[in-house]
C-alpha cells in the first residue's frame, strides 16, 4: 500500500494531493530558508493562524451569497486576506509600539485565532453549517478530497514555487547584507513584505494539506535541517528545498496509504524525523561528527602530553595517556617508552623548545599566536626560519635528571 | 437575571476564567519583558501530546495523570530545545519551532491513532476548552455559596485553578525582587548574587503549571492570549512594574468577564440563539483591549530608543 502510495499508484487525487504537498514543501522549505536567515522564523506562526477568521469570514460570506462554503478557492482568499491583516498588525505593534516582536507575535496569534474559533461556532450555529470541512484546515486533512481542491493545491503549489524561484536572488541579498542590498537599489523592506507575501502563499496553499496549525513547521524544519548540511547560503535554500519536498511527498503518501494518518501531521512527522537524523549525522555541525571531533583532538592532547612527559622521563600514570601510546607503538602497557616513542617524545620536546624561542622572539610574534600545544611546527615555518631558531637553542645539551 | 440562574450557570465558568487569566498574566508580565513571550504558545501545543499519553497510559481523563503528563511533555519540550539549541547551534526561535510544531504533530497523530472515542478528548477540546460547560448544578443560588452540599459539587476545575493562582501570585511576591532585578539587568543580578539561570527556569516551569492548570478547564489558544495580551498591554500603561503587574491583572480580569458575557449573551443582541466560544471571545475580547493600548496607551512609544527608520 505505502509503495503504491509512493510510486503515484493511489488514483489521480492521491497523485495531485503528493504532487502538490512536494511542490508545497519545496517552496516552503526556500522560502522558510529566507525567514530563518533573517532570524523571523516565528512570523511564520502568526501568518499561518492569523488564517483562521479569514477562513470563518470567507464561509459566511460565501454561503450569505448563496454559494457552497466550502469552496476552497473561496477559503484560501479569504484566508490570504486576514492573515495580511494579522502580519500588518504584527509589523505595525513592531514599529509603533515598544513591544518586542515575539509579544507581538503571540498576540496576533492568539487573538486572530481565538476568534477564529469563534467565528467557528457561529458557523456551526448557521443552518447550513456543515463545517465538517473547516475543521479540516486546523489539521489538514486530504481524505475525500475534491478533484477540483485537489488541482487547486497542485497548482498553487507550482505558482508559489514558481515566484520563490523569481525572488530568490534579492531575498538572499537582504538576508545576507541588507545595507548592500540598499546600496544597489533593493529596498530591503520591500523585499521582506515580499518574502511574507510567499510565506503567505505557502500558507494558504497549505491550509488544506497540513493545516493552519502546523504549516509553520514545514517553514522552520527543513532550514534548519539545511543548515546542519552546509555553510553556504545556496545549497541551504537547495537542501531546505530537497528536505520539504520530500517531507511533502513522502508524508502526503503514508497518509494516503491508510485510514487514520491526519496528512498534517504525518508531513511534519516525516520532515522531523530528517531533522534528528540530521542533528546526529550531519558531518562537521551533527553531534557524531562533533563527538568524534572532540574525541580525536582529546586523544592528541593525550598522546603529545604524554610524549612530553616520556621526554623529560616523568612516569605517566594517565590510564588513556598510556593506552593511547599503547596503541600506537610508542610505549608500552607498564608507561616505559619503545625506540620509536622516544623518538617522538625527543622531536616533541624540541618543537616544544623551538616553541618557547618563538614567543620570545618579536618577529614571530604573529605566529606564536598560533601555538597551542598540538600544532607542528614545521607547518607555520620555514625550514630557515626553523634553522635559526635551532640555532639560538644550541646543539645538544644534557637532559636535566 | 436572578442568582437562581446566574449561579448554576454563569458563575463559576466566570471565576474559572478569571483565576486562568490571572495565572497566566502574572508570569506573562515577565515572560513579555524578557522576550520569552511565545514560550506560553510553545507550552501550549506540546500539552497536547502529553495528556494524550496520560491517557493512552492510565486509560481515563481523570485530572491528575493528564496534568502530570503535560507538565512531563512540557519539560521535555524544554529541555529539547534548550538540546537543539545548543548541539545543533540554532537560534531559540527556530529551535521552538521546530520542538513544539513537532510534538504537537505527534500529539494530534497518537490521538487519531487511538481509540478515544469513548471519552471526551479532541483537538478542539485542546484548543478550545470547554468553560462553558463547567457549570455548579447543585447551586440554586447565591446562599448556595454558604452550604457545604452544593459547594461539594463545585466543578474541581474551579479550586484546581484558584489554588494554582494562588501559588502562582505567591511565588512571584516571594521572588519579586529577584525576578525583577534579573528581568531588567541581567548582569547586575549575577553580580549580586541571583541565580539567574535557575530564576528563569523557575519562571518558565511557573508558565507551564499555570499553563497546564488552565489548559484543562479553558484550552489553549486562552492560555497563550492571557500570557501575552494583558501583559503587552499593561507595558503600554506604564513604566513601572508594579503597575504595569497591576494592569495586567485589571486587563485579564475584563477580558475574562467581558468574553465570557459576550460570547454568552453577545448573540442574542445581534439575534442569534446560540452562545459562541467563550474561550475564543476572552482571546478577542484580550485583543481588542491590546488594541486601544496600541493606539492610546500612554507609554506606548519606545522613548529614549531611536526609532526604527
Known sequence: MLVDALTLQLGYNATLVAVGAALLGISAGVTGTFLFLRKRALVADAISHATLPGVGLAFIVMVALGGDGRNLVGLMLGSAASAWIGLLCVQAIVRRTRLAEDSAIGAVLSVFFGFGIVLLTVIQTMSSGRQAGLDGLLLGSTAGMLRQDAIVIAVGGALTLALVMLLRRPMTLVAFDAEYARSIGVEPARVDMMTMGLVLAVTVVGLKIVGLILIVALLIIPPVTARFWTERSERVVAYAAVIGGVSGFVGAAISASAPALPTG????????????????????RGVLAAYLHHRQFQQRVHVRQGLLALAQQQPVYEPLTIRLLARDGLARRDGVPTD?????????????????????????????????????IETVLTADQIAQIDGIIGGPREMPA | MSGAEFVPLSLTPILIGIFTAVACALPGNFLVLRKQALIGDAISHVVLPGIVVAFLVTGTVAAWPMMVGAAVAAVVAVVLIEAIRRLGRIETGAAMGVVFTSMFAGGVLLLERSDTSTVHLDVEHALMGNLESLIWLDADGWHSLLDPVALAGLPPELPRIFVTMVAVAVLIWVFWRPLKISTFDEGFAQGVGIRTGALGMALVIVSA???????????SIIVIAMFICPPAAARLMTNRLEMQVAWSVVFAVISAVLGYVFAGYGPLWFGGVNAVSAAGMIATTSGVILLVTVLFGPCRSRTGAPSEG
Open chain 1, 340 to 376: 620509536a616513542g622516544r623518538a617522538r617524545a625527543a622531536r616533541a620536546l624540541r618543537d616544544e623548545h623551538r616553541w618557547q624561542i618563538v614567543q620570545t622572539l618579536p618577529e614571530y610574534e604573529a605566529v606564536s599566536g598560533l601555538y597551542d600545544g598540538l600544532r607542528d
Open chain 1, 265 to 284: 501531521p504525518i508531513i511534519v512527522l516525516t520532515c522531523f524525523t530528517l531533522f534528528v537524523a540530521s542533528l546526529f549525522l550531519a558531518p562537521r
Open chain 2, 209 to 219: 503549571v499555570a499553563a497546564v492548570a488552565a489548559f484543562d478547564a479553558v484550552g
